[in-house]
């Protein structure tokens, strides 16, 4: 992989129903972000007085990699930037799988039926702790998030497909572009 592709989540300080709703995610502002360089084999970690330096290496990148990338994790980074993120060559897998199954399933799911594992927590988790101080606590999700996503999308590279645990509680396959 010669490309400069980064893998990348972020956790928020604040729940939706905080700040008003799903419409104002921007003011749930960053707690932490972590990359994953696949080229490097390298995380990096970003709190929110790094966030000038987390929109520079994603706007560096060839592609950015993430799941729910577009509404959500760009969202929360417009609170800091003027710059228009969903311009950045992004492969948000979440967008891929609404397109072919017409509702939105949890990265976790995807990650059950296609690697045989889970994520660690939720993002309520994530939030709870950056409130308690346990910012190592936060960091350590993000980057299993960050890890997983990397291993679905990688997956879906080089199969063609990933496996989505279904409504009906089996496994059906998916075809991705990635």
């Given amino acids: 992989m010669s490309e400069r592709l980064l893998v990348f989540d972020l ?28 080229l ?44 228009r993120l969903s311009d950045l060559p992004t492969v948000d897998m979440l967008v891929d799988l609404h397109q072919a199954l017409g509702w939105r399933p949890k990265l976790d799911d995807v990650a059950a039926a296609t690697l045989g594992e889970r994520k660690s927590g939720d993002g309520l988790d994530a939030v709870r702790w950056f409130r308690e101080g346990k910012i190592d606590e936060v960091i350590a999700y993000c980057k299993r998030d960050v890890q997983v996503t990397w291993r679905v999308y990688d997956f879906g590279r080089q199969n063609g497909y990933v496996q989505i645990m279904g409504r009906s509680w089996r496994p059906r396959m998916v075809t991705v572009p990635w």
């Fill in 40 to 83: 490097e084999d390298l995380y990096r970690v970003y709190t929110e007085r790094d966030v000038e330096r987390l929109i520079s290496d994603l706007s560096a990148a060839n592609w950015v990699v993430g799941y729910n990338l577009l509404r959500f994790d760009y969202e929360v980074l417009h609170a800091y930037t003027d710059r």
């Fill in 11 to 38: 956790e928020t300080q604040y729940l939706a129903d905080e700040v008003g709703g799903w419409n104002h995610i921007r003011d749930m502002r960053l707690s932490v972000g972590v990359t994953y360089s696949p």
